[in-house]
Each structure stands twice: as C-alpha cells, then as structure tokens.
C-alpha cells in the first residue's frame, strides 16, 4: 500500500480502519512499533494525565502553563472533534497533514505485520513527532485507562489522576474500584503522583495504588484542602488556592477541581520546567479547551459522554443559566449509558432533537425509537430527527440556545457543519 499512498485522506482512511474489530489493551505492539522507530518516547520529558473527566482540561492548562513559561510544547490529546491533526499540536499548531502522509507511508508495513491498532499508531506518531521538533516537553493524555494503555510506555516527569467514573466498562471494569487501579497504572516508581479524586475513599485507593507502585512523592489535591470558594460565570470559574486567587476561563465549578490538579502536576515539575506564579496565571488566561462547555453564538456545545460528564454539565447550566428555551441535539453512542445522561440532563434541557451524528459508527449506533419511548416514559419533551443537518436546523429554530453534546462524534460534526474551528486558528 505504502507507494499508493499520495493524500491526507488515504492515511486516515488507513488508519482509522484500524479501529474495527475487538479494542486490544497491552503494550507489546507499542513498544515493538516504537522500537523500530527508535523509541522517540525515551528522549521526552512528558507529564502523563489519566482519570474518567476532565484529562482534556488539564492537558490544556498545562500547556498554557508551560508555554507562558516559555518552553516548546507538546500535546497530544484524543479523540479529535474535526480534524485528525487536532490530537497532535505543538506550540499550539497541529502537525502538517504532509507529515502523517509520510508517517504513513513509510510505516505501514510495520503497522500491519505487527497488527498495531489505530490508537498504537496514533501513540507512536505523537512520540514521533514531538522528538523530532525536539519539544522542551510533551503532555500526554491516556486513551482507555492508564495500565495497559498505549501511552504508558513513558517515564514521565508528574503523573496526575483526576477523578474516577463509570466508563469503557468493558475494558476496565464495572466497579469505580476496578477502574480506579486501571487508571493508578500510569504512577511509576519515584516518580510524583497526583491524585485529584475529590471522594474520600477512592481517593485512597489511588493513593494506596500510588504507594504500591513506588511512586513518590504522592500529593493529593483534596487532602491539601482543595480550591475553595468556587465562582463560576459565563466568562469563567475563579477559585482560591493556596491562598492565592486562581482564574481559568473554563466554565465550571469542575475546572477548578482540574486546574488544581494541573498546578499541583506544574509544582511537582523540575526548576527547569516548573513554571514562576506569574507564568502561572498569564498561562490560565490563555487555555483553550474546544468542545467542553464552550459557546459560539447560541450554540453551546460540550462533549458530556456519560452521566458524570453529563452531571457536571447540568451543574454548570445550573450556575451560568444560559437563555431559555434551552434545546439539546443531542446524540450518544450505544454503549454508553444515555439513559443516565437524559435523566441528568431533563432537568436543564427544555426539549431533546434526538439525531444520528454522521461519523459514528454504525456499530455503535444507538436505538433512537428507544430512546424516544424512554423519553415519553419520562415525561422528558423529546422528538427524533434522524438526519443531523435538519436536527441541528430544528435545534436552532426552536432554541434560544442550542446545546450540542453526548459525544465527541456530536460535537465535531455540528463543528464542521457550522464551520467553527477547534484549535482557533
């Protein structure tokens, strides 16, 4: 296939037909597929990000952080809401579609007689790319857990845990407890852990697992007080930490919760890396999170895909009140469990446009006369508009404003239909 391949297009359509079939966890293809590439992985210094919400949030403000610090900056982040090249960005700037053609093109082989999956690609490419601008240092977000997960071929600088939910059961297990211990797997031996876990008792099994891992040393957000006296607006959410006064423009009393974790990750960092207070809160002004409670006009959108997510941005509707009628299209894979999400979500949502969003896939496709029944039984107002180009035209004909959310594949797509660009450029 390799002198076949010439466009952007082809390398994805190459890559992204890796992600059929059963999701294999495990790092033995990664790290063989690495290998031939000359472990880029081992000349990073990265900080490594796990937890169920809330990685993307402090993925970005590390980034600002360290870029107001002044050092070069990888990261690499997952799933993409429009473009490919979302998930791979340094100082900022996605990596140049020429330079995954090429990546492709000579590594398919490789790829295929090791049977790498989409995400071990992926992985690898990141590694790849962020070596070879020779970025000061990269930040890594987890795909599925932390133990067996591709990205945990690094010895990273800081690793940080944000929280624990139920999610991708299937693979890490139905009890927050089995998830907890997947997700503790990124702590490596004498190196800082830190722990965002707002409850008490799994907070202390992902310091137990911390321990057990040799891990040192181990702070927990929480334990040090946490931020305190949380105010949270359309502009932003403001917070108390460490007795000073912290300002991120992320909305959500949840993004304090983050941004603590991510100060807390930046304090654990070497001299030469660990950016001063003022690079600190010039860094915060400037995060940038597409997708998580952001607002372009009347449009709301937020990648909410299961009930935690879906929770946190009741809570964070609650507190900001956006106009009214609030109209969600509103469109969640399968597997996760929607149920919980509408039933969190009725409450700040005046009526539900129940779509199909074009790049999921069909496997994954949920049931919408069932979700439409459980609805009514519900007494939620909901109506079903299949096509999403005409469910997103429904939403803004009756909503003041129009929330767009359930999954990564919902907010991307109404993004590219709307043509608002995530990574701002």
């Known amino acids: ?52 919400n809330g990685k993307g949030s402090v993925c970005a403000t590390l980034e600002a952080a360290l870029r107001a610090r002044g050092l070069r900056v990888g990261k690499y982040t997952s799933p993409h809401l429009v473009d490919f090249r979302e998930r791979f960005l340094i100082d900022g700037a996605p990596v ?3 330079r995954i053609v090429s990546f492709v093109e000579q590594w398919t082989p490789e790829v295929e007689r090791l049977g790498a999956t989409f995400f071990e ?97 181990i702070r927990c957000v929480y334990e040090d007080g946490g931020p305190s006296d949380v105010r949270v607006t359309a502009e932003g ?22 941004a603590a974790v991510a100060m807390a990750m930046l304090d654990a960092l070497p001299d030469d890396l660990r950016p001063s207070n003022a690079d600190l809160h010039r860094g915060l002004s400037q995060v940038l999170l597409p997708g998580r409670f952001q607002r372009v006009g009347r449009y709301l959108f937020d990648v909410a895909h299961n009930p935690d997510g879906a929770a946190t941005l009741a809570r ?75 469910a997103l035209v429904r939403g803004e004909a009756q909503g003041a404003t129009v929330l767009i959310t359930g999954s990564f594949h919902t907010v991307g797509d109404a993004m590219a239909r709307l043509e608002v660009n995530p990574t701002g450029g």
Not at 337 to 343: A, K, N, Q, T, V
């Open 96 to 98: 140049e579609a020429e």
């Open 237 to 258: 959410t403001d917070f108390t930490l460490g007795g000073q006064r912290i300002r991120t423009p992320l909305v959500g009393a949840h993004q304090a919760a983050n």
């Open 316 to 390: 964070t509707m609650e507190a900001v009140r956006p106009p009214g009628p609030v109209v969600a299209v509103f469109s969640v894979l399968a597997d996760k469990d929607w149920r919980g999400m509408l039933d969190v979500l009725s409450g700040v949502v005046d009526h539900f446009v129940l779509t199909h969003c074009p790049t999921a896939p069909a496997s994954r496709a949920w049931n919408l006369p069932e979700v439409l029944a459980y609805a009514r039984e519900r007494g939620v107002s909901a109506e079903v508009i299949r096509d999403f180009d005409r």
């Open 1 to 52: 296939m390799g002198a076949e391949l010439k466009t952007y297009g082809d390398a994805l359509d190459f890559l992204f037909a890796r992600t059929t079939g059963v999701w294999k966890l495990g790092l033995e293809r990664v790290e063989g597929f690495l290998h031939l590439l000359g472990d880029p992985h081992r000349d990073l210094r990265t900080l490594h990000v796990a937890g169920t």
């Open 121 to 217: 690609a992926t992985t690898a490419m990141a590694f790849t790319f962020f070596a070879e601008a020779k970025v000061d240092v990269a930040v890594i977000e987890t795909g599925l857990g932390g133990r067996l997960d591709a990205s945990n071929v690094v010895q990273p600088l800081v690793a940080g845990v944000t929280n624990i939910g139920i999610d991708h059961v299937e693979y890490l297990g139905g009890t927050r407890e089995e998830i907890a211990v997947e997700k503790a797997g990124i702590f490596k031996r004498n190196t800082p852990a830190i722990v965002g876990e707002p409850e008490a008792e799994i907070r202390a099994l992902l310091c137990r697992e911390a321990v057990a891992r040799g891990a040192s040393p």
